[in-house]
């Protein structure tokens, strides 16, 4: 699953990939604690063990996903792809 984090004043995003046994609702949970002020840092472990921690009061969003969802660009009226 990967996790999509935006920072405030920051236009870059924070990509972390929490593995495919992640748990969404965990990941939610964490975040919600880290918002309430309970946790000063939200903190997740990526799939090779590596700890990236951020700010709570830095969040502006997190998006909670799976990299195996499909992703598409297009260009006029095909969708990606090589023919």
């Known amino acids: 699953m990967e996790v999509r984090i935006g920072v405030t ?3 870059k995003e924070i990509e972390v990939d929490l593995g495919d046994d992640a748990d969404a609702a965990a990941v939610a949970k964490s975040v919600e604690d880290a ?3 309970d946790v000063g840092v939200l ?3 990526d799939r090779k ?3 990236v921690g ?3 009061g830095k ?7 799976s990299p195996n969802e499909d992703r598409r660009v297009g260009f006029g009226s095909h969708s990606a792809g090589v023919r």
């Open 35 to 37: 918002l309430s002020g």
């Open 43 to 45: 903190w997740l472990t």
């Open 9 to 11: 004043q920051s236009p």
């Open 49 to 51: 063990g590596r700890r």
């Open 54 to 56: 951020v700010p709570a």
């Open 59 to 65: 969040l502006a969003y997190v998006e909670i996903g």
